[in-house]
């Protein structure tokens, strides 16, 4: 089974440092994407960032950037200047057998 | 106008009642999913429409049926469900092109209990 994973489930950064989430992910397709989603407490989830597999440059959104490592099949994701607003659950996605799979979720604090 | 909105946020109901709940988008989307989502775990695809045609169907039970009667609307018609289908259902939405490889934009969900 194609699969993605999270072997983080809680994390925590103090206001203004950097910190990485990790996502590792199996698939034998040769075109794929992944996302990172964020799902802060009782709110919406939403996109934070998205990798195209055939794109050797990492994907940038702000704060927000990725570790693409096709080989490695990982895909972390790095917040830099982390902000208390950040604190949320965040998803490592990828579509794959035509089926939305998400990780397992790593819950990501920020303390003042 | 950026939202998709899902009604109602709460909903409590017994194993032999007949209930819906409502997804809407107004972004021009023509896609629309529906997740279930339990308690400290990541959201599980149910149903994929696309263009208003079921293109997804991730086997969920009978008791879940889907219904998308125009291109902004999506409900999901809930019978004799059983305790286990307590959970946050999700609703999201996407351009068409390109299927799930696109940006998903989520509704803040129902929250269903059942009795």
């Known amino acids: 089974a194609q699969t993605v994973t999270q072997s983080q489930p809680e994390m925590s950064v103090q206001e203004a440092e950097t910190v990485t989430l990790s996502c590792t992910y199996d698939?034998?397709?040769?075109?794929?994407?992944l996302f990172w989603y964020k799902q802060p407490p009782s709110r919406q989830m939403i996109l934070v960032i998205r990798?195209?597999?055939?794109?050797?440059q990492n994907a940038t959104e702000n704060r927000f950037s990725v570790n693409f490592q096709k080989a490695a099949k990982s895909f972390s994701l790095k917040i830099s200047d982390s902000q208390l607003g950040d604190t949320a659950m965040y998803f490592c996605?990828?579509?794959?057998?035509?089926?939305?799979?998400f990780g397992a979720g790593t819950r990501l604090t920020v303390k003042p | 106008d950026t939202e998709v909105t899902q009604t109602p946020k709460h909903l409590v109901m017994g194993m032999t009642n007949k209930k819906s709940l409502k997804c809407e988008q107004h972004m021009g989307h023509r896609a629309m999913y529906w997740y279930k989502q339990k308690a400290k775990k990541p959201p599980e695809l149910m149903f994929v429409?696309?263009?208003?045609?079921?293109?997804i169907n991730e086997s969920v039970p009978s008791r879940f049926s889907p219904e998308c009667p125009n291109s902004s609307l999506l409900n999901l018609h809930l019978h004799a469900l059983q305790p286990e289908d307590s959970a946050l259902y999700l609703c999201a939405s996407s351009q068409d092109r390109g299927g799930l490889y696109n940006e998903q934009f989520f509704g803040p969900g129902t929250r269903l209990t059942v009795l």
């Open positions: 996605a990828s579509p794959l057998d035509n089926d939305m799979r």
């Open positions: 429409y696309s263009y208003e045609k079921l293109s």
């Open positions: 990798q195209e597999a055939y794109k050797q």
């Open positions: 698939t034998s397709e040769s075109n794929y994407y």
